[in-house]
T-cell receptor
Framework: ETGVTQSPTHLIKTRGQQVTLRCSSQSGHNTVSWYQQALGQGPQFIFQYYREEENGRGNFPPRFSGLQFPNYSSELNVNALELDDSALYLC????????????FGPGTRLTVL | DAKTTQPNSMESNEEEPVHLPCNHSTISGTDYIHWYRQLPSQGPEYVIHGLTSNVNNRMASLAIAEDRKSSTLILHRATLRDAAVYYCILSFGRGATNKLIFGTGTLLAVQP
C-alpha cells in the first residue's frame, strides 16, 4: 500500500499571492485532515474532509479553503498570503473514527516573503 | 477540547527504558489517549492509543492511570532513532471528527 504523499515539497511565495498544496491519501482512506505547523510548535488543525464534504474546521480564516476529490486526494488553498502563513503544511489520511490512526505525509514547507 | 500537559524535554541513554509522562486532568469518559511522535524533518507518526486499559504494541507501551487523569508512554529500550518530539493527544470518542489537537510535546534526546 502506498503512503500519504504531498506536493510540492517546498514552495516560496510573496505576500498577497495564492497557493495550492496537494495531498494523495493512503489507499482505502475516506478522510483527510490538514494541519499547519509553525517552527517550534505542534501541528494546528486547519480542517478535515470526509467523503468530499468539510467535516470540522479549526480556528483559521476563510482564506484557507480545501477540496477533497472522489479519489480522496485533496487540496489546500490559501488566498491573500500573509507572512505568518509561513509554515509546514501537513495532511493526514484516515478512516473516520476517533480511534483510527492518522497517517501523515511529509509536509509542504511554505515560505512567504 | 480537553488539554494535555507534557514536559518540554527529556533525556535518555541508549538501550535504557524511557517513561514519558502526560497529564490530562480534564479528560472525559469518551476521550481516547493517543501518542504520536515526530522525527526531525518528517510528519508525525502514530505510536499507540488507549482508552482505559494499558496497551502494548511493537513500538511502545501505554500505561493509563486508574482515574485516567494521566498516562505514561514507555519505550522499553531507547535507540538513537527514537529521538523525536512525542505528542500526547486526546480525541473525542464519538467519531464526529477525529481531529488531533497537538500541544507542544516532549522533545526526547537519546544519548549514545
Amino acid at each position: 500500500e502506498t503512503g500519504v504523499t504531498q506536493s510540492p515539497t517546498h514552495l516560496i511565495k510573496t505576500r498577497g499571492q495564492q497557493v495550492t498544496l496537494r495531498c494523495s491519501s493512503q489507499s482505502g482512506h475516506n478522510t483527510v485532515s490538514w494541519y499547519q505547523q509553525a517552527l517550534g510548535q505542534g501541528p494546528q488543525f486547519i480542517f478535515q474532509y470526509y467523503r468530499e464534504e468539510e467535516n470540522g474546521r479549526g480556528n483559521f480564516p476563510p482564506r484557507f479553503s480545501g477540496l477533497q476529490f472522489p479519489n480522496y486526494s485533496s487540496e489546500l488553498n490559501v488566498n491573500a498570503l500573509e507572512l505568518d502563513d509561513s509554515a509546514l503544511y501537513l495532511c493526514a489520511s484516515s478512516l473516520l473514527t476517533s480511534t483510527d490512526t492518522q497517517y501523515f505525509g511529509p509536509g509542504t514547507r511554505l515560505t512567504v516573503l | 477540547d480537553a488539554k494535555t500537559t507534557q514536559p518540554n524535554s527529556m533525556e535518555s541513554n541508549e538501550e535504557e527504558p524511557v517513561h514519558l509522562p502526560c497529564n490530562h486532568s480534564t479528560i472525559s469518559g469518551t476521550d481516547y489517549i493517543h501518542w504520536y511522535r515526530q522525527l526531525p524533518s518528517q510528519g508525525p507518526e502514530y505510536v499507540i492509543h488507549g482508552l482505559t486499559s494499558n496497551v502494548n504494541n511493537r513500538m511502545a507501551s501505554l500505561a493509563i492511570a486508574e482515574d485516567r487523569k494521566s498516562s505514561t508512554l514507555i519505550l522499553h529500550r531507547a535507540t538513537l532513532r527514537d529521538a523525536a518530539v512525542y505528542y500526547c493527544i486526546l480525541s473525542f470518542g464519538r467519531g464526529a471528527t477525529n481531529k488531533l489537537i497537538f500541544g507542544t510535546g516532549t522533545l526526547l534526546a537519546v544519548q549514545p
